[in-house]
């Protein structure tokens, strides 16, 4: 029997690593020495299945079951083999007898889920989606599936439900916190959507990964802005101290002629010097929704969406778009609050996102704005995801890239008066959608490749120039990257981009 034992665990190394010849043959010898071996039978059955032989994985598990029909795992893998066969209502009955069996089998409540989706059976789904969820005690995956499937019938308030036990499961993970916030934001109940993105803020800034390294372009600006803290009188004077530690690493780490593109290390005692404020969220501008509206009422919203419809693809543009004091107040946030904790990217600018703090009642009030002025264009698109730029004046913007959502909404609070060159530093725009089969790989690893398409595919490139408080709206599939820059140097005078992408991609 020992013998016995060793061929199955070398079958089931090979297996395994996917040399499903080699466990079939040992499995075969197996059963020629034990012919009712239930679990060689099951086995046997399971890389006949893999190996796309479907009927003979029925009958093989099938006589592993009339062996011993106790196993949970023998009914789940028969009911994939029989699905795969066509055997839709078999598949159901023997995805049901392995979650009798094994109450908490969430691969078996999957695949029952799925086979009713693929019918089609919404009923039937929502039933074991319960059954699921109920069975393993609100384990991740049951509500995560569960969320996602109210979410598709409409079902918000319960999506978001789902999410919340998510992020109670998992304290230290800030993205269910995130789907509650965005969730919370489309129900259009604002309040409860900023405390989880706070929730979201805090469990991301707990991450140690954020104080280990820096480049140049990242300490510069960060002692940037701690300068106009002070000479605002926003933060104590000593604060100035916390400058002169930034500059001391930022000594220790760059030569003078390093512009900010090679990545460093933090040492203990650099991290001890700094590590109390770097990439931390120490200083936070208030900035609330403005009672009236943010959006301002001078631009014609019927003839920002006619222009976006008559385009193939959709491109449209506002000038002045929001109201003086929501503009003065998003500045102060951008410039102010100690945010900008994105700092690896190749065109040496920082950035922000929900999950660092980029989040508050004039952003979300924004954007529900604008979904309530632009219906026929937004109207059914949520918002998905929100981030902000802000570049290096000696170095580059956002290189060539594609956005995953339906509608891509960028717009600029830098002054005029901040660009060198008035015909640039805006967005360059590639009139060519991305293929829909193209992922987050392709839009942003690989941007040579995404510029060498648009050129075969002899787009047509549009530059909509840098003007502060303009918008620019545009399909999220067009390939897109940030204008030549020419700005002023000066903290103040650094572009800010905000990013606003609603709705889902081909929705």
């Known amino acids: 029997m020992s013998q016995i034992t060793e061929s199955m665990k070398q079958a089931l190394s090979h297996h395994q690593a996917g040399r499903l010849d080699q466990a079939l043959a040992l499995y075969q010898a197996v059963l020629d020495?034990?012919?009712?071996?239930?679990?060689?039978?099951?086995?046997?059955?399971?890389?006949?299945?893999?190996?796309?032989?479907?009927?003979?994985?029925?009958?093989?598990?099938?006589?592993?079951?009339?062996?011993n029909s106790d196993v949970a795992a023998y009914h789940n893998?028969?009911?994939?083999?029989?699905?795969?066969?066509?055997?839709?209502?078999?598949?159901?009955?023997?995805?049901?007898?392995?979650?009798?069996l094994k109450p908490d089998f969430s691969s078996a409540w999957s695949n029952l889920v799925q086979v009713h989706a693929a019918s089609s059976d919404d009923d039937s789904v929502s039933e074991a989606l319960d059954q699921w969820v109920r069975n393993t005690k609100g384990a991740t995956g049951a509500l995560q599936h569960r969320a996602a499937h109210r979410y598709a019938n409409k079902d918000v308030r319960g999506a978001m439900a789902d999410q919340g036990r998510i992020a109670d499961n998992q304290p230290e993970d800030h993205r269910p916190c995130l789907q509650v916030a965005i969730l919370a934001h489309e129900l259009g109940e604002d309040a409860v959507a900023i405390d989880a993105f706070s929730k979201a803020q805090t469990r991301h800034y707990r991450s140690a990964k954020l104080g280990n390294g820096t480049v140049r372009s990242k300490l510069d600006h960060d002692v940037e802005q701690i300068e106009w803290l002070?000479?605002?009188?926003?933060?104590?004077?000593d604060w100035t101290d916390i400058a002169d530690a930034y500059r001391q690493v930022r000594t220790q780490l760059f030569d003078s002629s390093s512009v900010g593109l090679v990545g460093r290390t933090f040492s203990p005692e650099m991290r001890a010097s700094i590590g109390r404020w770097y990439n931390r969220p120490i200083h936070t501008v208030d900035c609330r929704a403005i009672a009236g509206g943010a959006l301002a009422s001078s631009w014609d919203a019927e003839l920002v969406e006619?222009?976006?419809?008559?385009?193939?693809?959709?491109?449209?543009?506002?000038?002045?778009?929001?109201r003086p004091e929501a503009k003065v107040q998003l500045r102060d946030f951008c410039l102010g609050s100690t945010i900008w904790s994105d700092f690896k990217y190749s065109g040496g600018y920082v950035g922000t996102s929900l999950a660092n703090g980029f989040a508050n009642g004039l952003l979300l009030q924004i954007a529900r704005e604008l979904r309530e002025r632009l219906p026929g264009l937004l109207g059914r698109h949520p918002l998905r995801q929100m981030w902000a730029y802000k570049c290096d004046q000696r170095l580059t913007g956002i290189g060539v890239h594609a956005d995953a959502a339906a509608v891509n909404v960028n717009f600029w609070i830098t002054p005029d008066e901040a660009n060198l060159d008035p015909t640039s530093g805006g967005i360059r725009?590639?009139?060519?959608?991305?293929?829909?089969?193209?992922?987050?790989?392709?839009?942003?690893?690989?941007?040579?490749?995404?510029?060498?398409?648009?050129?075969?595919?002899?787009a047509e490139e549009v530059a909509i120039p840098h003007r502060s408080n303009r918008a620019l709206i545009f399909d999220s599939n067009l390939v897109h990257r940030t204008d030549d820059l020419e700005f002023a140097p000066g903290y103040e005078n650094r572009r800010i981009n905000i990013t606003m992408l609603f709705g889902e991609r081909g929705g």
Request: glycine share 8%; proline share 4%.
């Open 33 to 67: 020495r034990v012919p009712g071996h239930a679990d060689a039978l099951h086995l046997v059955g399971l890389v006949s299945h893999q190996q796309g032989r479907h009927s003979e994985a029925v009958r093989r598990i099938g006589e592993a079951i009339a062996t």
């Open 77 to 100: 893998n028969l009911g994939a083999a029989q699905r795969a066969a066509g055997q839709i209502d078999l598949a159901i009955a023997s995805f049901r007898r392995a979650t009798e």
């Open 230 to 237: 002070v000479s605002r009188g926003m933060v104590p004077e």
């Open 306 to 322: 006619g222009r976006y419809r008559s385009s193939d693809p959709g491109i449209t543009w506002i000038d002045g778009l929001l």
């Open 429 to 458: 725009v590639w009139r060519k959608c991305a293929p829909m089969e193209w992922d987050f790989e392709a839009f942003n690893r690989r941007p040579e490749e995404l510029l060498a398409w648009v050129r075969d595919m002899n």
